[in-house]
């Protein structure tokens, strides 16, 4: 299984934001997108996830049953943990699982991101990082070859970061495929790099 | 390809019995207790009306709140979920109006003959309004979703949407009511208002799920 994405070009509000991006991720393989504020990484993730259509060029993936929409193969974590305060911890992933079509257990997923002793509070009450980790937990609970990752690391403490770290070399040497957009060193061994140029 | 279908319906269902499913329902008591008044003490006025006054406010109990249908969904990242989601977004926006219609619609429907009363309608009239709002509101609540999508961005877009709507509800009105007319023996206007129905209820998720695909940033 191979992500390629060809010339791609992304206008967002009449702007173009991304401009003839390419790039081949192969199977095990992680590419962290860097680049300043405002450079599109965001964009490009939500592009590649299919989430906002692409101007020109193309995204796809090489080596799959067609048959299977792309869109079900990936993993989306954006800015947003999509948590709802009233659920509990363990009700907010069942949740992700069951809509993601995953078969992951829960308990075991909430136990690798450090969120076993909260499961049955409700999703109002964590802080910032914890609901990052609960969105962590879905990637495990669902599991899905592609993980596209925007600022995993946001509000994650050191804790947390090597959870990150630990989960992505498992999916890697599972044969998965990591996409990220970073600020900080998230630590993929020999992974690729996309330096998005800041548009002016 | 059930198994996402359930969980939204489910986590809807939930999220509802925790706080603003009896809202539509005391709006609709407010309407109906407010119209005697309203109108004043002419018992036969008031039960020639009645069926309408039911009508307009189960319609309008129905369209309040329906902005919320999607937006917290949009506020907090949800709506990536339903796009990924093994199941197509048209029905997953489907499963979301089915737990709308259950917990807000469902409830104007079974209250309706009781609110009746309190009009002077009569409960053979009263019956058929129950009836006719059991086929009326799910065609209400597939438009509404349809204004909800369209709005979805906007952060005031809480009365749009029901505005963009007003139009095509208004057929739903006009034989809801009629259907509702107990000295006529045919069924005609409530053959109709299912007709409206069953095409809303194929329409409206597809084309809510159509904004929302075309409206994403």
Known sequence: ????AEALSVVRGGRPVLEGVSFSVGAGGALAIVGPNGAGKSTLLRAI??????????VRLEGVDDEIPARESMHMLGHLDAVKSGLSVIRNLAFARDVLGGEGELLPALERVGLARLADLPGGVLSAGQRRRLALARLLAAPRPIWLLDEPTAALDAGGQAALAGLVADHR???????????AELGFKDGDTLDLEPRT | MIGPLRAMLMRDLALASGGSAGLG????LLVVTLTPFAVGPDLALLARIGPAILWLGALLATLLGLDRLLQADHEDGGLDLMYLASAPLELMVGAKILAHWLTTCLPLVIAAPLFGAMLDVGPT???RVALALLIGTPALACLGAVGAALTVGLRRGGLLAPVLILPLAIPVLIFGVAACDATRDDF???GVLGGLALGYAVLGPVAAAGALKLLRD
């Open chain 1, 1 to 4: 299984m191979r992500l390629v």
């Open chain 1, 49 to 58: 996830a299919g989430l906002l259509p692409p101007a020109s060029g193309s």
């Open chain 1, 173 to 183: 040497a599972k044969g998965g495929m990591v996409v990220a957009a970073t600020h």
């Open chain 2, 25 to 28: 329902l005391v709006f609709f």
């Open chain 2, 125 to 127: 009239t009263s019956l």
């Open chain 2, 188 to 190: 005609a206007p409530l």
